[in-house]
């Protein structure tokens, strides 16, 4: 059902830009990686197919570990894990900037990205603490809209850095804005919690924080958000799998630069941020479950935008694209992060990170799966496919969102 959404107060929307700027710089410090990959592969003598793997090396952590940082924010407290964890990322990214070969540089994005993991989930849940629910969805938005504005941007503006400073001034480049972002955190404070609203503790019966936390997990998973959870998954698959193969068919089959496909996906980042922005009033005149439907239906556009690329080989349908995907996916996945934090308040970190989780694993997923279909039928039949996968998305979420 629609609900009325609060405006944020000046502190409110204080922590939640500044909550934002973090994520910003994670993401845009995974992102911008893609287009640098041929000169960290020249930098290394190595061959651009081995260096591909610096990108898989920041993402499994980066995605597994999501709920295990929220789970431990929802413990021991979100700003302090927060300030932990992007001074982690400001080392592991400045780390990155002077090793001196390839295995010593994945490891240096395991550790990347094993810090980055929690800076999303735990931001999200901190926020949803600091306005309260019925501004959450607005605040989560406008939060995501900043985060995945890095993830666009980074995508036109890291193969431009590269070229110009090379790829280890350009990671010494993002690891000084995680410092700058490590130090924005000591502005915020911990949001007093009310008597008897302490933090959740352990419930497994052997003690064991392990088996705590797959209980836990378990039981949220197997809750009332399960439908969240899923729709978590498949948002992953369609959306960061459209997303994933975008660069490579600008280049492939529109015949453009690097640096020019990157700035076509510019877009995507630009519409995020605007999305972000607008997503609270949508969901407060229609309900959630209409903000998740807009977006998905705004991603078979995407689809349907790059199909028309592929069948006239001209990349102008793609601006579309990249706009409509960015919008898209900015208005499906916060909501759905608000949506599982109404689902299980207590363990609202936890439940983030399983969206987060699911989400990341499911754009894993959707790129080995379009790069099968890639194989057998090209860029008609991916584009094609995509818009399918997200027309069925958009039918099953109107079917388990309904009402809320």
């Not at 001196?100 to 094993?114: D, E, I, N, Q």
């Not at 941007?153 to 990671?171: E, K």
């Not at 993002?174 to 959740?200: H, M, N, S, Y």
């Not at 995507?268 to 949508?282: F, I, N, P």
Request: with cysteine; aromatic share 6%; glycine share 16%.
């Amino acid at each position: 059902m629609p609900t009325t959404a609060t405006k944020l107060t000046s502190a409110q929307l204080r922590v939640v830009v500044t909550l934002g700027f973090c994520g910003l710089v994670s993401a845009a410090d995974n992102w911008f990686v893609s287009p640098a990959l041929p000169s960290i592969a020249a930098g290394l003598s190595v061959a651009p197919g081995a260096a591909a793997v610096v990108l898989t090396a920041y993402l499994v952590p980066y995605g597994a570990l999501q709920p295990v940082c929220g789970a431990v924010g929802d413990a021991v407290g979100r700003l302090r894990l927060l300030r932990a964890i992007v001074l982690g990322l400001a080392a592991g990214t400045l780390l990155c900037a002077v090793v001196p070969s390839l295995p010593l540089l994945v490891v240096a994005r395991v550790v990347t990205g094993c810090f980055a993991a929690g800076i999303i989930s735990v931001s999200q849940a901190f926020v949803g603490d600091v306005v309260g629910p019925r501004s959450r969805a607005g605040a989560v938005g406008i939060l995501m809209g900043i985060t995945f504005t890095g993830q666009g941007l980074s995508a036109g503006l890291g193969g431009i850095l590269t070229d110009l400073v090379g790829w280890r001034a350009a990671f010494a480049s993002f690891g000084a804005l995680a410092l700058v972002a490590w130090l924005l955190l000591f502005g915020l404070r911990e949001p007093v919690r009310d008597e008897g609203d302490e933090a959740p503790a352990p419930t497994a019966a052997d003690g064991s924080p392990v088996a705590s936390f797959l209980g836990e997990a378990g039981r949220v998973l197997a809750g009332p958000g399960r439908p969240v959870f899923a729709l978590a998954c498949t948002t992953g698959v369609a959306f960061l799998g459209v997303y994933g193969l975008m660069g490579t068919f600008l280049a492939e089959a529109c015949g453009l630069t690097a640096t020019q496909a990157g700035l076509v996906m510019m877009l995507y980042g630009v519409l995020c941020l605007v999305g972000g922005a607008s997503s609270g009033r949508l969901g407060a005149r229609g309900g959630l479950s209409r903000v998740v439907s807009v977006g998905e239906a705004s991603g078979v556009v995407a689809a349907l935008a790059l199909l028309a690329s592929a069948l006239s080989g001209s990349w102008v349908p793609s601006l579309l694209g990249a706009a409509c995907l960015g919008l898209g996916y900015i208005l499906v996945q916060p909501t759905l992060v608000t949506l599982s934090m109404d689902a299980d308040p207590e363990h609202a970190g936890l439940c983030t990170g399983l969206v987060g989780l699911g989400v990341f694993a499911g754009g894993g997923a959707g790129s080995a799966l379009g790069g099968l279909v890639l194989r057998v039928g090209g860029y008609p039949a991916l584009w094609g496919v995509a818009a399918l996968a997200l027309a069925a998305q958009l039918v099953a979420s109107r079917r388990l969102l309904a009402g809320r």
